[in-house]
């Protein structure tokens, strides 16, 4: 390069530097694997923070497709937030892999699960035995989420969809973020303080709307309604899918619809991205209503964030606890 070239490519650095704002401050890219975490974050990062989700609102969420776009948005990220416990076990390791970002791979400070303080519920060895999730889990080798050891048990990873594991979230979220930008650190305590305070008036009300269905029989379709019917102290009484991801046989079903008859099950709980069909088949031979749930954030799902999304699941869940009766 000349010196002409060099001075020319100098003053167009200098005019795009002095063109920036003063006081303007570099924003915190974060990547999250899913919709829920991506609304959390916004949430407690405010104006500070610029957040990417990579799956979709309509996405199978064990079963995301990577893609190139992923990588790229990984490749710019200060933090990925994972939602941890194998959840992301069959897709985000390529897309991190194919990102080239050595700040967010796995075992990195930067590379977050926000899961700590969840209590977490666990999974059966029967559960996971003979299922895709779990020969993955052979070939991946990971010690952590067992390791092909069947006995280890795992956490439940559909721990937020109980509302008050969203308020560990947030903090855990808001603490990552002040290592990062220890500039906004009181922003982002206010900011998960207002979160949890909003999220815990709603909660009062929701807990006081579900008390009259406690004890209420219900099937959930897969295993992620769990924390929720906990919470609420449904009976849950079976699933759909015999084990964690595997369709139910023919043979499994007409077990199913049985079991259904006999313990007088009222609801069968589904999410918005399962296949529809087979509970609506149940539903048809048994009576039980099928309830579709909304279990992540987006447009697709009619959900605007976290909070939204449990006042459309209880918007629906209510009603249908109430015509079960």
Request: proline content about 6%; glycine content about 6%; charged content about 20%.
């Amino acid at each position: 390069m000349n010196i002409a070239k060099s001075l020319k490519v100098a003053l167009l650095g200098l005019a795009l530097y002095t063109a920036i704002p003063v006081g303007a401050e570099a924003m915190v890219n974060v990547v999250t694997s899913y919709p829920q975490d991506a609304s959390i974050t916004s949430a407690v990062g405010g104006e500070y923070v610029n957040v990417t989700s990579l799956a979709k609102d309509n996405n199978d969420p064990h079963a995301v497709t990577p893609k190139p776009s992923m990588s790229v948005s990984i490749n710019r990220a200060d933090l990925l937030i994972t939602n941890g416990q194998d959840m992301e076990l069959a897709w985000l390791a390529t897309a991190n892999a194919n990102a080239r970002n050595p700040k967010v791979i796995e075992g990195e400070d930067n590379y977050f699960d926000p899961s700590e303080g969840v209590s977490l519920i666990a999974y059966s060895k029967d559960e996971l035995k003979e299922s895709p999730y779990f020969s993955l889990n052979l070939i991946a080798g990971a010690e952590k989420a067992g390791g092909g050891k069947v006995g280890l048990k795992r956490g439940n990873h559909h721990y937020w969809l109980d509302p008050a594991n969203g308020i560990i979230v947030a903090h855990n979220i808001a603490n990552k973020l002040a290592e990062l930008d220890p500039a906004h650190t009181s922003q982002f305590q206010a900011n998960a303080n207002k979160f949890e305070m909003t999220l815990n008036e709603k909660i009062k009300v929701w807990d006081a709307d579900m008390l009259p269905y406690k004890g209420t029989p219900v099937v959930s379709y897969h295993r992620d309604w769990n924390y929720l019917i906990e919470r609420h102290g449904l009976n849950l009484i079976g699933y759909v899918e015999p084990r964690e991801t595997i369709p139910p046989s023919d043979s499994d079903l007409k077990l199913l619809v049985a079991h259904i008859k006999e313990s007088k099950v009222k609801l069968i709980l589904t999410s918005t991205w399962q296949n529809q069909e087979i509970p609506k088949d149940i539903s048809l031979k048994t009576g039980a209503i099928n309830v579709s749930l909304p279990s992540t954030v987006g447009s697709r799902v009619g959900t605007k964030d976290y909070i939204d999304m449990f006042d459309a699941i209880y918007g629906k869940l209510i009603p249908a606890l109430k015509a079960a009766q």
